[in-house]
């Protein structure tokens, strides 16, 4: 019986201990037949305490788009698409300072606007939206970005996924942001076999309740960051070992996952591997991070 090491993290509160589960092995295989089997109000159990740790993994997790109002929100969140949030935030601030109102967008000269996206990619279909956005708010929002969901997706370049973000983090109205981190740890967890994103914030939002959608996103966002990766996820580093029916899809050796783990804690860790310290355990991890944030 192979027995995993600590979680990285959450093993300031949480000892995850699962046994028999090796990668790709019988244990893994074990635990997918008995999820298979799972009923509702069991998978929706599982869901809400997957969520309480996330809380307590990421803590810190937000929406890391900077913005100050629901018009630079929806703008970051176009910017978004097929870049990064820091890429977003490292352009916007020029941007909030020369294009303030739904008219500045609306009226803005093209291929000043495409320069200034440039570094965020698609440039020239992002400028399309924007103009395009500004206009819209201009004619049937006079200007206002609205809180509602379906007159959201009526504008240019907002989709379901972005009227959420906008929704959840701009209006205070809970919304579940079905992105590609999203997608793969729902099925990683069995949650739901859905493919389709609408289908899948259908399948999802009664497992959670409703207040929670917002700060859900959020995490999952962050664990599929830092822990959760596409291709190998950090499983023997994992605090949701114990209720996730893919542990070992990714190495479940401790000391070989923490290193895929990425955020404060891995910081920490590359610190203390360069200077050499005997750090063994997450509890040291989590220790030289505090004192190194002190
Ligand atoms: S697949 Fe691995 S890393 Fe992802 S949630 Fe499950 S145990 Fe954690």
């Not at 893994?28 to 997957?50: F, H, V």
């Not at 941007?95 to 996206?117: C, I, N, P, Q, W």
């Not at 599929?224 to 994992?238: L, N």
């Not at 310290?277 to 505090?290: F, G, K, M, W, Y």
């Amino acid at each position: 019986m192979t027995m995993p090491s600590p979680s990285f993290s959450a093993a300031r509160r949480t000892l995850v201990i699962v046994a028999g589960a090796g990668v790709g092995g019988a244990g893994a295989a074990a635990r997918r037949r008995k999820i298979t089997a799972e009923t509702s109000l069991s998978r929706t159990r599982r869901a809400r305490r997957i969520n309480a740790e996330l809380a307590v993994i990421h803590p810190d997790a937000h929406c890391e788009l900077d913005f100050r109002t629901p018009l630079e929100l929806t703008v970051a969140t176009i910017l978004s698409a097929q870049t990064t949030d820091k890429m977003v935030n490292s352009v916007t601030p020029t941007l909030f300072v020369k294009y303030r109102t739904a008219s500045d967008y609306a009226g803005a000269d093209v291929s000043e606007m495409e320069g200034l996206l440039k570094p965020t990619g698609f440039f020239r279909a992002k400028t399309k939206s924007l103009i395009g956005l500004g206009q819209a708010l201009v004619e049937r929002f006079d200007g206002e970005v609205p809180g509602r969901l379906a007159d959201l997706v009526t504008l240019p370049g907002i989709g379901r996924k972005t009227a959420n973000v906008v929704l959840g983090n701009a209006f205070g109205v809970p919304g579940l942001t079905v992105d590609t981190h999203f997608q793969r740890l729902v099925r990683r967890w069995a949650w739901t076999q859905e493919a389709d994103p609408v289908k899948i914030e259908s399948a999802v939002g009664p497992l959670i309740p409703r207040k929670e959608w917002t700060i859900l996103s959020h995490r999952m966002i962050f664990h599929g960051r830092r822990v959760c990766h596409a291709r190998r996820p950090a499983c023997g580093a994992c605090a949701l070992a114990s209720w996730c029916p893919s542990y070992g899809d990714g190495p479940v050796d401790f000391e070989v996952a923490a290193r895929l783990v990425k955020g404060p804690d891995a910081a920490a860790r590359e610190r203390a591997d360069a200077l050499r310290l005997p750090v063994r355990t997450s509890e040291e991890i989590a220790d030289l991070a505090r004192k190194q944030s002190a």
